[in-house]
C-alpha cells in the first residue's frame, strides 16, 4: 500500500505560478511511475506530467514549457512547479503513484484545489 498526501494548492491570479508538492509513504520501494493528473468541474480527469524513478517526463500538450515535475527519490516526494498559470489551469490536482509488484496498481491522493483567476 502507499499512501499519497499532497500540499501546495490555492488561489493565484493569471500568470503567477504555485508549487505542488506530494509525499508518499508505505511501500514506497514499489513505486515506478508518479505523477499529476487534474480534473476540472464537469470534465473528465486529465494527465498533466509523469515521471518515472529515472527521472524521465511527461507533458500534456497544454502544460509543456509552462509546468516542471520533478521527484525526489530520497524523500519519496514528487513536486510540480507550476507558471504562467492560466485560467483554464483551474482544477483539482492528483497526485498519482504506479506500482507494478506483483501486478499494478495505481493510489491517488486526495487532491488538492487550484483556482487561477482572470
Known amino acids: 500500500q502507499v499512501q499519497l498526501v499532497e500540499s501546495g494548492g490555492g488561489l493565484v491570479q493569471a500568470g503567477g505560478s504555485l508549487r505542488l508538492s506530494c509525499a508518499a509513504s508505505?511501500?514506497?520501494?514499489?513505486?515506478?511511475?508518479m505523477g499529476w493528473y487534474r480534473q476540472a468541474p464537469g470534465k473528465q480527469r486529465e494527465l498533466v506530467a509523469t515521471i518515472t524513478s529515472g527521472t524521465s517526463t511527461n507533458y500534456a500538450d497544454s502544460v509543456k514549457a509552462r509546468f516542471t515535475i520533478s521527484r525526489d527519490n530520497a524523500k519519496n516526494t514528487v513536486y510540480l512547479q507550476m507558471n504562467s498559470l492560466k485560467p483554464e489551469d483551474t482544477a483539482v490536482y492528483y497526485c498519482?503513484?504506479?506500482?507494478?509488484?506483483?501486478?499494478?496498481?495505481?493510489?491517488w491522493g486526495q487532491g488538492t484545489q487550484v483556482t487561477v483567476s482572470s
Open positions: 508505505g511501500s514506497v520501494w514499489n513505486i515506478g511511475v
Open positions: 498519482n503513484a504506479v506500482t507494478y509488484v506483483p501486478r499494478r496498481n495505481d493510489y
